[in-house]
């Protein structure tokens, strides 16, 4: 059967729209539009169009919810990666934390200095949870 017959036929227990989605969905806008404007106001250009695409993401994952309804634990999951995922470059951290480079923000943080960091445990999750 091919897949967008098989999304046409399927029919949905739950609304779209449900409470969970919808403040799933509010926190990450929320949190993307926080992003771009912080990434923009400090001139972190890179960090812009990160969040950008973290934005195209949302849209597309609306997109598939739309037509196989993701779980709300599932919409947690992807929403609270995004918000880790936008912090990450954003936050800064103390000048004697170790970190990988010159940019002192999370995602340069080693938690278990030359083996772990931030990035690494938040990629992790967020490859554990889309698979």
Not at 36 to 59: H, P, T
Request: charged share 10%; glycine share 8%.
């Amino acid at each position: 059967m091919e897949m967008t017959k098989f999304w046409q036929e399927y029919e949905h227990d739950e609304p779209f729209w449900n409470p969970q989605v919808k403040a799933a969905s509010g926190l990450t806008i929320t949190f993307l539009l926080a992003a771009a404007i912080i990434s923009l106001s400090s001139g972190n250009d890179w960090f812009f169009v990160n969040a950008i695409m973290m934005g195209v993401v949302f849209v597309i994952l609306g997109y598939i919810h739309h037509h196989v309804r993701l779980n709300n634990a599932t919409i947690w999951a992807l929403s609270g990666w995004c918000v880790l995922h936008m912090a990450g470059g954003l936050i800064p951290v103390p000048a004697t934390w170790p970190i990988e480079g010159d940019i002192q923000v999370l995602y340069s943080w080693w938690l278990i200095p030359d083996y772990l960091k931030y990035d690494n445990i938040v990629h992790a999750y967020g490859f554990g949870v889309t698979t």
